[in-house]
């Protein structure tokens, strides 16, 4: 069955620290994977997206991901948090036909 | 990117009756749409997918006779709970399919906060 699995679903951390937040997968055939952010009473947005080509992929506001295709993940990366950053983490996957499968999510909280 | 709208924003009503809730692609004609459930705390589930002058398309679970859906048009694609009852209390959400391939992308709406009492 396809599935998508977040490992933290919590995760708190100081201005300027680095963060990295996992993402597996478990999808038969061509995958598209995608990050989404869901900033405190707005809508999603989304971060950055893999179809494929090179496999580390820079998104908005300072993110990336690596595709790792042995290991079946797609974690996202950003060197130095803000504390705007501060927002609810959607790490998706989509077959050919576009539906978006997500994970649970992880709540990140960036304290001054 | 696409810009999407959903009305209401938030919205309450007595168990038993139906709810409609519209969703709209501003700039962009959209044949494809997908509505989305999310509960407190936990990640959105895809309910189905909305096309444009055909019948929508349930996932599995989903009570297609619970949870209608009309995308009449390019720009609007609307889901009524009918009968509703407590347990349909949640956050739907709406995206606009944009692309194909590398440009595939979805486009979200800010969701309507649905409270059966």
């Known amino acids: 069955a396809q599935s998508v699995s977040q490992h933290n679903h919590h995760v708190i951390l100081s201005e300027a620290a680095s963060l990295e937040l996992g993402c597996n997968y478990s999808?038969?055939?061509?995958?598209?994977l995608f990050w989404y952010v869901q900033y405190p009473g707005q809508h999603l947005q989304l971060l950055l997206k893999?179809?494929?080509?090179?496999?580390l992929v820079k998104g908005i506001k300072g993110f990336e991901a690596e595709f790792i295709k042995s290991k079946f993940s797609f974690n996202l990366r950003k060197p130095s948090v803000q504390w705007s950053d501060t927002a609810e983490y959607f790490c998706a996957a989509a077959n050919s036909w576009g539906k978006l499968q997500f994970g649970a999510g992880t709540q990140v909280v960036v304290t001054p | 990117g696409a810009v999407v709208s959903q009305h209401p924003s938030r919205v309450i009503c007595k168990s038993g009756t139906s709810v409609k809730i519209e969703c709209r692609s501003l700039?962009?004609?959209?044949?494809?749409m997908f509505w989305y459930r999310q509960f407190p705390k936990k990640s959105l589930m895809l309910m189905a997918t909305?096309?444009?002058?055909?019948?929508?398309?349930?996932e599995q679970g989903v009570e297609k006779d619970k949870f209608l859906i009309n995308h009449a048009s390019l720009t609007l694609s609307t889901l009524t709970v009918t009968s509703a009852h407590p347990e349909d209390s949640s956050f739907y959400i709406c995206?606009?399919?944009?692309?194909?391939?590398?440009?595939?992308?979805?486009?979200f709406g800010p969701g309507t906060r649905l409270t059966v009492l």
């Open positions: 909305s096309n444009e002058g055909s019948k929508a398309t349930y």
């Open positions: 995206s606009v399919h944009t692309g194909t391939g590398s440009t595939d992308t979805q486009y």
């Open positions: 999808y038969g055939g061509t995958v598209n």
């Open positions: 700039d962009f004609q959209a044949t494809t």
């Open positions: 893999y179809f494929s080509g090179d496999p």
